[in-house]
């Protein structure tokens, strides 16, 4: 396979998008080196990984504390020399409420696991990419980096950072081998998605996104994994600066 001894980091491995992609990586020849602050959950992967016959390794991270990301990327080389693929994913969504009540704890917890643990994981990994000369990283960011949905507008705007970061970033860097993209899924089923209705009720707010995904059903994690892969491999050379959404319309 052509992907053989490529070697791809995830984050936020242990559930949703990131399992997903984890196991697709792993079902198309790349190793994989997983990282969730779920050690659980991350260590279940690994184990699906291992059924599918690939292989990897799990390490504990919290994204948004940076002696946690330069563990993470140091002992990816010291197990496999190299990382070829930057799934840069993990992420929370805020609780959906009144915009004036939001507390400020919460906000900085967005903020941090959101925008900063985005920095911090490209800050180091693009550091061995430039040594390498070559690599592709894509960060997650959201429909709603593009139009917010309502009542979360720290949540958008956490996105929304997501985006002009990868953009900023990928000009810097696609002169040097490195492609830098960003993908933006919408209403996909995972424990995050489902976790949205609890506080959704509350907040007595009707959500209109359902009318605007035209496909008139939500999305699979396998389906944004396949943009995933696609934008990590070779068949999406000119690709730099871009934000590819998988949403179903949702964003149009
Ligand atoms: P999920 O909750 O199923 O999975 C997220 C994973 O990230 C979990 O395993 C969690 O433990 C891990 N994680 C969270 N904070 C972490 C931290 N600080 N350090 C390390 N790991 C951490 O969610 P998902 O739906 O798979 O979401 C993945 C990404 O996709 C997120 O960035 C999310 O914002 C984005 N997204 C999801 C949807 C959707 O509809 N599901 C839509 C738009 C964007």
Do not use: W
Request: with cysteine; charged share 25%; hydrophobic share 40%.
């Amino acid at each position: 396979m052509s992907n053989e001894n490529q070697i791809a980091v995830v984050t936020g491995a242990g559930s949703g998008i990131g399992r997903s992609t984890s196991i697709k990586f792993a079902e198309n020849g790349y190793k994989v080196v997983l990282v969730d602050f779920n050690e659980a959950t991350g260590e279940e992967t690994l184990k699906l990984v291992q059924n599918k016959g690939g292989e990897g390794i799990f390490i504990k991270a919290d994204v948004s504390k940076e002696e946690d990301v330069q563990n993470y990327v140091k002992k990816a080389i010291e197990k496999y020399g190299r990382i070829d693929v930057f799934f840069n994913n993990a992420g929370i969504i805020q609780k959906f409420a009144p915009f004036t009540t939001v507390e400020t704890k919460e906000y900085e917890r967005i903020m941090d696991i959101n925008v900063k643990g985005i920095f911090l994981g490209m800050k180091y990994v693009i550091q061995v990419m430039e040594k390498q000369g070559k690599g592709s990283i894509i960060n997650t960011a959201s429909s709603a980096g593009i139009r917010p949905e309502h009542s979360i507008a720290v949540y958008s705007a956490s996105k929304h950072a997501v985006i002009g970061m990868t953009k900023g970033a990928a000009i810097e860097y696609a002169n040097k081998g490195i492609r830098i993209n960003a993908v933006c899924p919408g209403g996909i089923v995972t424990p995050l998605f489902k976790s949205v209705g609890e506080t959704l009720e509350k907040t007595g707010y009707v959500p209109e996104e359902m009318s605007r995904v035209r496909m008139g059903r939500h999305g699979e994690p396998e389906e944004v994994a396949e943009a995933v892969l696609f934008l990590a491999s070779d068949k999406s050379t000119f690709m730099a600066g871009s934000v590819v959404t998988v949403d179903g319309s949702l964003t149009v």
